[in-house]
C-alpha cells in the first residue's frame, strides 16, 4: 500500500515543504499532513505509542497495546486492521506489530509534537494533568503553531530568569 508515498512525491515544491523543513522530522510531518483525512485522533495516539514502544523493542502485541493505552482488545486489533491497510503498521503472523517505514516516521513526529506541548505546559508553569493536558491539545495543533512553542520553549530554556520573572508574576494573582 503506497497511497502515502504517492501522496508525498505530489507535494514537492508546496509551501507545506518550507513549512514542515522547519522541523527535525520533515517527511513524519508531510506524511501527517497528506493524511489528516485517514488518521484520526485516535489513530495518532495509537501510533505515538507504538513509536514510544519501538524506541524499546522491535514489536509489540494486542495485548500490550491494549494495555498501554487503556483499550478493550478487540478495538485494538480493528484499529490496528486499519493502521496496516494504510501501511503504517505491519501485522505479522504470531501477533508481532511493527511499524513500517512511513508508520515510523509519522509516529517520530507524534511524538516530538507531544513534547513540545507538554514542555510548552510545564514552562508556563501548569503543574496539574500535564499528560492529560497535552493530549487534548496535540491533535488539533498547526504545524506554525508548534514551530513557535518548540521556539518558544528553547527561549524559554535559554533564558531561565525570564521563567523566575513569570513565576513571580503569576504568584501575584
Ligand atoms: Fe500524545
Given amino acids: 500500500m503506497n497511497i502515502i508515498t504517492h501522496d508525498i512525491i505530489t507535494l514537492k515544491g508546496s509551501d507545506l ?3 514542515a523543513s522547519k522541523f527535525h522530522t520533515v517527511r513524519g510531518y508531510l506524511l501527517l499532513e497528506q493524511n489528516k483525512k485517514l488518521l484520526t485522533s ?3 495516539d495509537y501510533l505515538e505509542m507504538i513509536y514510544r514502544n519501538s524506541l524499546i523493542e522491535d514489536y509489540i502485541r494486542i ?10 482488545a478487540p478495538s485494538t486489533t480493528k ?4 493502521m496496516k ?3 503504517l503498521l505491519n501485522y505479522e503472523k504470531y501477533g508481532y506489530i511493527s ?3 512511513n508508520g515510523r516516521e509519522i509516529g517520530k513526529f507524534l511524538l516530538e509534537r507531544h513534547n513540545i506541548v507538554e514542555r510548552t505546559l510545564i514552562n508556563l508553569g501548569v503543574k496539574e494533568n500535564t499528560l492529560i493536558e497535552t493530549e487534548l491539545i496535540e491533535h ?8 513557535k512553542l518548540d521556539l518558544f520553549n528553547k527561549f524559554l530554556e535559554q533564558n531561565p530568569e525570564i521563567i523566575q520573572k ?3 508574576f503569576f504568584e501575584s494573582f
Fill in 42 to 44: 485516535a489513530m495518532e
Fill in 17 to 19: 515543504v518550507q513549512e
Fill in 63 to 72: 495485548n500490550t497495546i491494549s494495555e498501554l493505552l487503556n483499550v478493550a
Fill in 140 to 147: 488539533n495543533i498547526s504545524a506554525e503553531t508548534l514551530h
Fill in 85 to 87: 491497510a494504510l501501511g
Fill in 79 to 82: 484499529m490496528v486492521q486499519k
Fill in 166 to 168: 513569570f513565576e513571580k
Fill in 99 to 101: 511499524l513500517t517505514e
